[in-house]
């Protein structure tokens, strides 16, 4: 079993439409991101959560909100969807370590959405 | 503010040629480096990182990278590759010490033909 799932796997959904991503991990980490691809962009973060308590924006947040419901899940909502969040999102998780910077982190398979 | 280079958007190659695909950082200060690798309707996975000491650092599948500090490069190579490594390989910086932001490259395409 995948250790960090994503769902849906693929979302169509239109204009003005609120819509949720979820993500689970069963690798017992405490740290979880949000991120989106764009072709010929890279990845950039969304948000990002190091605890059940500890929400943080990141690069992009603007028309994006969270929520860490346990150590395991953490949601990223779409409050009202436009063509351009149009992308793939992936969902990571990390381990604490003594030093953030070295910690590994672990992709879920991505969401797919589009939004019309 | 840290960035990151993949200087080629795409690198096409036969199988069993060897590759390079190149990765540059800007930093002002010490920087831990990652290679990730997502292969196609996939999530990334780690390949390799540098965090200090040796700077030849080996990764999973035959991929190996030379951190240089003084080019601030980190780039990735694999002296002979197969069809099964065409996938999309991003270059990725994060601060020591605190900086929760992982700065990925726009990334880089291998395809590998027979």
């Known amino acids: 079993d995948a250790d960090v799932t994503q769902t849906p796997r693929n979302r169509i959904t239109k204009t003005g439409k609120r819509i949720m991503l979820e993500c689970s991990q069963t690798k017992g980490h405490d740290r979880m991101y949000w991120y989106r691809q764009d072709p010929g962009l890279g990845l950039r973060l969304i948000y990002y959560?190091?605890?059940?308590?500890?929400?943080n924006k990141g690069e992009i947040s603007d028309g994006y909100s969270v929520s860490r419901q346990a150590q395991a899940k953490f949601s990223l909502s779409l409050e009202s969807a436009i063509p351009n969040q149009t992308a793939l999102y992936f969902c990571?998780?990390?381990?604490?370590?003594?030093?953030?910077?070295?910690?590994?982190?672990?992709f879920g398979p991505g969401t797919r959405l589009l939004v019309l | 503010a840290q960035s990151v280079t993949q200087l080629d958007s795409q690198v096409p190659v036969f199988e069993e040629a060897p590759v390079e695909l190149r990765c540059n950082y800007s930093s002002s200060v010490s920087v831990y480096l990652f290679w990730y690798v997502q292969y196609p309707n996939q999530g990334l996975q780690l390949l390799l990182k540098y965090l200090s000491g040796s700077t030849l650092v080996k990764g999973i599948n035959g991929f190996e990278a030379e951190f240089n500090k003084s080019q601030t490069s980190f780039h990735l190579r694999k002296p002979s590759v197969h069809i099964s490594d065409t996938a999309e390989y991003f270059c990725a910086v994060r601060m020591p010490g605190g900086s929760e932001k992982l700065v990925f490259g726009k990334g880089t395409k291998l395809t590998v033909n027979p």
């Open positions: 959560s190091f605890d059940v308590k500890d929400i």
């Open positions: 990571a998780t990390s381990d604490r370590d003594r030093d953030r910077g070295q910690e590994t982190q672990y």
